[in-house]
């Protein structure tokens, strides 16, 4: 779809109004000649950090008296080449947004449900503080600390202040992040095989092969800018192949595109790995060689692990007689929808390309129930071709030294050090929920199993959460569950920006500072090759009375505490945070917020601190340049020492065994028992290879015909721009979907037999509950599958996310409603994608 002129400055003219018609302000200029403003409109712009994805690129705000008019990419960032991406503009609707949270409020209705009105009114600050710390002194002095939980949704660099030392003081070990219902599935592929829990980098201007399984780098993972800046370089010198059953944007692009049926990604992924051993393709410098030279890798046969000599891996052959040696293309093509020529030439092209070849890994492969095997036969492909670490290949980005908030140990009593020790809410490291993160049994979070921890009281009850920048009953899948949860929850606190699903059923609702222009903190990511940390600077005064989430707020309920008879917290803040520049304690929200920004990022910006970077002359340039850069890492740079158990790149995961030992042994059980519980089918020895796995999906196929599927938005600004004109008005720039408007996007061979046509009205009902939206015929989903955009289906947030905001009448149908709570259990994350849920479909 292409936006033309017009079209945006009608849509502009209408957020002037709207703006205008609330605030008395002019109207919005954000995308007129951002890069070449003149100083005669005498502005200024000023570095500040998007946030609208997990990259958080640097950028720069331009302010003309007191307003933020547009944005651009902060030029001196190297990681994203100066540019952003459309979600940044975004961002100045976002903040502007009448609909926003403007004063502390409080619930004086006491019964909660979606249908129920809150009846909200204004109070004070320090009257919602006040309330806020009576609560915690409650949990305290009944001896039941553990009893309150911090939910933290998006974070900067300065979250574990609230996350992690403020709950631990208090005495709770409930402090929960949103991690595992974006990703950590994704993740669990690389750390079994190289010891790598990270998002991964690319060296896309280096490489000439990407296999894309289920990524969509030019509109909705991660890097955005960086990927459009680069893929046009991309396609002129490389072979795209998207791995997708939804014609997306990089599939639009791609030179080959697969529409695999969800789920079944792993099946390509050995079935490619068969052709590459079977023909003798791998990279023979990294992987190793037979002996006597002969390739002895033949269909169907078994091979003596004495024959093969590896290099810088680890259980080639035990991959190969426990899983690879009847994977063939034919095999998969049954399995995944795809022609075995297809498959065949993809897996020719792709080692031919060795070692610039990328197998790019994401949740859209991973975020299954029997995902984790995915994302390790996906990534091991990299390691059959040499590009791991490697010119062209997938890569780690070097570290930013930023600090870590001071210990707290010493301001722990004996009632906080009790309750910290005791089981999470979330279950992590149970027999059936292990979340295995870095190899640890419980390691990870189990994000979306709170509500069943808080419904079922176990393993105990939840007394009172504070919840930030997250609005889990809309976001979370079994989104039903959350609802019930916080019925019953008899306090919840929610600082946030707009009145959410979440915030329906709060009792003291706190209006949190706008990340991107009103917040100072720091942000730290990777992309093209550089790591790299930004300020997020205030860079125009709030026109509401807001705090900033993670520090403003949490001094002011450290203050309370200590009036109420618990200094400890605010000990800690004065003792142990301080200017580094004045070397002063704080005495203020502010002065805290300030101090320990200054004290994280000290490393960064002070010249005298030796890093692999670029140089600041001291915090103001910090400040005004708004972003280091790290220097590029040296390819090959693990090859030697992978941090693996073996210390090489592990095609049988002697890391996973020791993983799924210590969390077996824990629950005093076994492997496969564990196996079991976690819902995989491997047994034995198959548990420590990267293998397919048949996907799990709720719903029989003769009542619930059609394999859902979602996907992301190139104007989510992680899910929370529904409220804004502009993502309304060009909405249709994801492909297949429609301006204001909710579309499933249906084969028309499927339609054909529904007898459903293009703008109909339909039902959606998968096992565990049903939505409406707008039916679109497109052949850009395979046949038997329904594809849709997650974002829309708010009942809250505002007048433009909802159809009727008055009436809780959402704008479509929310995605979280029809997916099953399921995981992938051994990193903890939750199942969202490889078609979890069958469903079916009715005109209405």
């Known amino acids: 779809m292409e936006i ?39 502005g200024k712009w000023l570095s500040t950090v998007c946030q609208g994805c997990t990259t958080w690129c640097a950028m720069q705000a331009y302010v003309v008296e007191g307003r933020v008019t547009k944005v651009r990419g902060n030029p001196n960032s190297k990681a994203s080449h100066g540019k952003v991406c459309p979600r940044a503009h975004l961002a100045i609707q976002q903040m502007y947004d009448p609909d926003r949270v403007k004063v502390p409020m409080k619930r004086t209705n006491p019964k909660k449900g979606r249908n129920e009105d809150p009846k909200f009114v204004p109070i004070t600050w320090e009257e919602a503080i006040d309330t806020i710390t009576d609560k915690m002194m409650e949990l305290r002095n009944n001896n039941e600390p553990e009893k309150y939980v911090l939910m933290r949704g998006r974070y900067s660099g300065m979250a574990d202040i609230l996350y992690d030392a403020t709950t631990k003081i208090f005495g709770s070990p409930n402090n929960i992040s949103h991690s595992a219902i974006c990703a950590e599935a994704e993740k669990f592929g690389p750390y079994y095989t190289e010891a790598y829990w990270d998002y991964r980098d690319y060296d896309l201007a280096e490489t000439q092969y990407v296999l894309l399984w289920g990524a969509d780098p030019v509109a909705s993972n991660r890097q955005v800018p960086h990927a459009i800046n680069m893929w046009g370089k991309v396609l002129d010198q490389a072979t795209v192949v998207a791995i997708d059953p939804r014609l997306s944007a990089s599939a639009a692009k791609a030179q080959e595109w697969m529409p695999v049926i969800p789920g079944e990604d792993g099946a390509l992924a050995v079935a490619i790995a068969h052709v590459i051993l079977s023909e003798g393709l791998w990279n023979k410098e990294f992987v190793g060689d037979f002996k006597d030279g002969a390739n002895l890798f033949k269909k169907g046969e078994p091979v003596s692990e004495d024959m093969f000599e590896e290099k810088l891996t680890f259980g080639i052959v035990k991959w190969w007689n426990l899983e690879l040696k009847d994977r063939t293309p034919e095999w998969a093509a049954e399995r995944a929808g795809v022609p075995a020529e297809q498959i065949i030439r993809v897996a020719r092209g792709f080692a031919k390309a060795a070692p610039r070849a990328i197998s790019w890994l994401s949740p859209g492969a991973s975020m299954q129930v029997r995902g984790a095997y995915t994302a390790m036969a996906t990534h091991a492909l990299n390691a059959l071709v040499g590009s791991v670490e490697n010119i062209g290949g997938t890569l780690r980005s070097s570290s930013v030294p930023t600090g870590k908030v001071p210990s707290y140990e010493a301001y722990q009593d004996d009632l906080s050090k009790k309750g910290t020790k005791l089981k999470k809410i979330d279950q992590r490291g149970t027999k059936e929920f292990p979340a295995l993160k870095s190899g640890k049994t419980g390691g990870g979070v189990v994000t979306n199993r709170v509500a069943d921890g808080m419904l079922d009281k176990n393993p105990y009850e939840i007394k009172m959460a504070l919840a930030y920048w997250c609005n889990f009953p809309f976001s979370c899948s079994g989104a039903q569950r959350w609802e019930k949860a916080l019925e019953q929850l008899p306090f919840l606190v929610h600082i946030t920006t707009n009145p959410s699903e979440m915030a329906q059923y709060a009792d003291i609702v706190l209006p949190a500072a706008f990340h991107a222009f009103e917040k100072w903190a720091f942000t730290k990511s990777k992309a093209n090759k550089i790591a790299f940390a930004s300020i997020q600077q205030r860079v125009v005064e709030p026109i509401w009375d807001v705090r900033i989430d993670e520090t403003e707020i949490t001094w002011m309920i450290a203050e309370s505490l200590a009036k109420k008879g618990f200094p400890n917290l605010l000990d800690y803040f004065m003792k142990e945070v301080k200017d580094p520049e004045s070397g002063k304690s704080p005495t203020t929200p502010m002065e805290f917020n300030m101090a320990l920004l200054k004290q994280l990022t000290q490393n960064v910006w002070d010249p005298s601190k030796e890093k692999k970077g670029d140089t600041l002359n001291g915090w103001q340039d910090f400040v005004d340049k708004g972003v280091w850069n790290s220097v590029e890492p040296d390819y090959f740079k693990n090859w030697d020492k992978f941090g693996t158990e073996t210390k090489k790149f592990e095609f049988y995961s002697e890391t996973l065994k020791k993983a799924l030992n210590g969390h077996a042994e824990k629950n005093k059980t076994n492997i496969d028992d564990v196996l079991q519980v976690t819902k995989y089918q491997a047994r034995g020895e198959l548990a420590f290879v990267p293998h397919y796995e048949e996907p799990f999906r709720w719903g029989e196929e003769s009542e619930y015909p059609f394999i859902f599927f979602e996907h992301r938005s190139r104007l989510n600004r992680e899910a929370r721009s529904a409220n804004t004109l502009w993502y309304q008005e060009f909405k249709d720039v994801d492909p297949g979907d429609e301006a204001w408007d909710d579309v499933a ?48 289906g708010h009942w809250a947030y505002g007048k433009i996310a909802a159809l009727d905001y008055g009436k809780r009448t959402p704008r479509g149908g929310n995605n979280n409603e029809i997916l099953p709570a399921d995981y992938e259990r051994l990193s903890g994350s939750t199942a969202r994608h490889g078609g979890v849920t069958r469903i079916k479909i009715e005109k209405v």
Request: hydrophobic share 35%.
């Open 745 to 792: 996007k249906i084969n028309p061979v499927d339609g054909d037999k529904l007898g459903i046509k293009t703008g109909d009205k339909i039902r959606i009902t998968s096992p565990t509950g049903s939505i409406t939206c707008s039916a679109k015929l497109w052949e850009g989903v395979r046949p038997g599958t329904v594809g849709k955009c997650f974002g829309q």
């Open 4 to 42: 033309t002129r017009r079209r945006f400055l009608q849509a502009s003219a209408a957020t002037g109004l709207l703006v205008a018609g609330t605030t008395g302000f002019p109207a919005l200029k954000a995308l007129a000649q951002g890069e070449n403003t003149s100083a005669s409109d005498e």
